[in-house]
């Protein structure tokens, strides 16, 4: 019995500490209240199931033996350093896991009295029924995967994603100039991301056509020396089995949640977004870029404009250094009718990045169009042309 007392006490504090770990990663960095009151809920239904063993709580201190543990002095060498918050995360999730199913079996062990089977509150995640301790304890395991699952996406993909300055999306039927010249000379004229957007593509054609551009961009970037993005509009399945490395989805497109289930955290997800409601909503679904606009008025997306009051409300909410009350600082990239003449105007509200389409595509000069657009973001934005690199999705 003294055996079994020490690995449920163990067990209870490895499992306590997880989920303290995981809160707080929910609360002070991804801003996740959903997430966190789930944990916060698990964590009381944690202490209920420790009651229902019907073990005096300082039986377990009185048989405590940390001095003796044979475990304390085994280390690894993946348990010294974290990469980001988001492995702390996941870490502290798998050891809150192991904790329980070592509690749940301990538990098995243990002849309870008939007195400690009450009746689950109302507020437990895991069910109102009188159940055995060892099955309370599977049933909060069976909660914490589901919590795991959603603190991991409200994170977005592994990677991070690059706060890209300039994002060509690239229609064949756009193009004054063979669709292939204009990605080529786009990258040339520093595009650092090139989306494909082809509505009216039978999925085979549309994978060839997605496979010729990474496979372009790819090879540009290696003689220029620097990354280039590719992202694929709508399909999921055609940017994985393409290698791009992300996917942009419209408001009527998959969720976030959904596409993370076909791609997991392979691919960058890109949403668009045309007010601060959906914005929020993109975060808080783990979006890893944001498309805000529209700008200015368009030929390819007629639509009312979000203009540049938007652009600064997402800035102010999501943007570096931001205190807006989004979960975590998410790149951004305004789209919509966007000029060399009027980029200067986003450049001064702190944009950092654009993405346009129908200028560069339909330019007999796109590389031209490009340097010019490049120059108004760059010249009109001095305060912000320092913090072009890197943005972090909430990943460190």
């Given amino acids: 019995m003294i055996q079994t007392l020490r690995m449920i006490d163990a067990s209870l504090n490895r499992c306590r500490e997880g989920l303290r770990v995981m809160e707080d990663v929910a609360r002070f960095a991804l ?8 944990l916060k809920k698990l964590r009381h239904t944690l202490a209920e199931a420790e009651r ?6 300082t039986r377990l201190l ?8 044979v475990g304390t002095g085994i280390k690894t060498a993946s348990e010294g350093s974290r990469t980001s918050l988001r492995e702390v995360a996941i870490a502290s999730a798998k050891r809150a896991a192991e904790a329980l199913r070592s509690l749940e079996e301990s538990a098995k062990t243990i002849s309870v009295p008939s007195s400690a089977f009450a009746k689950v509150v109302d507020s437990d995640p895991v069910g109102r ?4 301790p060892a099955r309370r304890f599977e049933l909060i395991r069976y909660e914490l995967y589901d919590i795991e699952r959603d603190l991991a996406l409200t994170f977005g993909s592994a990677g991070v994603c690059p706060q890209w300055r300039l994002c060509v999306l690239i229609t064949e039927s756009l193009c004054a100039k063979p669709w292939m010249h204009v990605a080529r000379e786009a990258i040339r004229g520093g595009a650092d991301c090139l989306q494909l957007r082809e509505k009216n593509l039978d999925g085979r054609e549309l994978l060839s056509r997605a496979r010729e551009l990474v496979r372009l961009a790819r090879e540009e970037a290696a003689a220029l020396g620097r990354s280039v993005g590719v992202v694929i509009n709508d399909r999921v399945d055609i940017a994985v089995l393409s290698g791009a490395d992300g996917v942009h989805l419209g408001q009527g497109d998959l969720s976030v949640e959904d596409a993370r289930k076909l791609a997991g955290a392979s691919l960058l997800i890109g949403v668009s977004t045309h007010d601060v409601h959906e914005a929020r909503k993109a975060i808080d679904d783990g979006a890893d870029v944001c498309g805000v606009g529209a700008m200015f008025s368009t030929s390819t997306k007629p639509r009312e404009t979000s203009g540049v009051a938007y652009l600064r409300q997402y800035l102010s909410m999501a943007g570096p250094g931001a205190n807006g009350g989004a979960a975590r600082c998410v790149p951004h990239l305004a789209i919509g009718g966007i000029t060399p003449e009027n980029v200067g105007e986003l450049a001064r509200a702190g944009c950092l990045g654009i993405a346009v389409s129908s200028v560069v595509c339909g330019s007999h000069d796109p590389r031209g169009v490009c340097e010019a657009l490049l120059r108004g973001l760059v010249d009109s934005g001095k305060a912000g042309a320092g913090a072009v690199g890197s943005v972090s999705s909430g990943h460190g």
């Avoid at 009185?62 to 543990?69: E, F, I, Q, S, V």
């Fill in 31 to 38: 801003n996740a209240e959903r997430v966190c009151e789930r």
């Fill in 129 to 132: 029924s009188a159940i055995s």
């Fill in 52 to 57: 229902s063993l019907g073990v005096d709580w």
């Fill in 62 to 69: 009185a048989n405590r033996d940390t001095p003796g543990d």
